[in-house]
């Protein structure tokens, strides 16, 4: 008897959620996918900066491979939106000073990464790109905590994966150049 209570005990239902809460999650979802999605669709064009600065072959590859896989992201979650009409890419709900301060932020990078040159935009952009995939990571893994198709849930932890490899490559290479003295 206590073998079949414990058996029947590990095969639960799934958790039923009251409208609000599936409401919740849903919003939390929409607004974990548009930041996702946001941040994706900036990333891939990290890459045109090659066209106005030069920096070391391994940076170069790095950065052009963040670009393609943000663009394959990018690309995914528009098919969601496509496929679901109940996904929103358009749902960035940010207080104001928060908008306010990414648009300070976003403006001070530009600025310093078309005045510099040599070591030091490389470190800059590297610091960029350490800032944009862990944000990335973290963000992907929060949509798909949110999202309840499994597959759709699975392609998220997958960008989430990338995302934090790429961090990783970054990273490595900032140590790198650090070790060798070219970043200071």
């Known amino acids: 008897m206590l073998i ?12 039923v959620m009251s409208p609000r809460e599936a409401g919740a999650m849903q919003s939390t979802r929409n607004n974990g996918y548009s930041l996702l999605h946001q941040l994706l669709a900036q990333q891939k064009n990290v890459s045109l900066l090659r066209f ?3 920096e070391r072959p391994e940076v170069e590859a790095l ?9 394959t992201g990018a690309v995914l979650l528009e098919k969601f939106a496509k496929d679901d009409p109940s996904i929103s890419l358009e749902d960035l709900r ?33 610091l960029t790109q350490t800032e944009a995939l862990s ?19 699975r392609a998220l932890v997958g960008i989430g994966e ?4 790429l961090y990783l ?7 790198a150049g650090n070790e060798r003295g070219n970043l200071h």
Request: glycine share 6%.
């Open 4 to 15: 079949a209570i414990g058996i029947l005990s590990g095969c639960q239902s799934p958790k």
């Open 135 to 153: 944000y990335g990571w973290h963000l992907a893994e929060v949509a798909s905590a949110n999202e309840p198709q499994p597959e759709r849930a």
């Open 162 to 165: 990338d995302m934090k490899k």
């Open 52 to 54: 106005i600065k030069n």
């Open 169 to 175: 490559e970054v990273f490595r290479l900032l140590l």
């Open 63 to 71: 950065v052009k491979k963040i670009a393609v896989t943000s663009g």
């Open 94 to 126: 940010l207080p104001p000073a928060e908008v306010a301060t990414r648009t300070a932020i976003a403006a001070t990078k530009e600025k310093e990464l078309l005045g510099q040159t040599g070591d030091t935009f490389e470190l800059t952009l590297l």
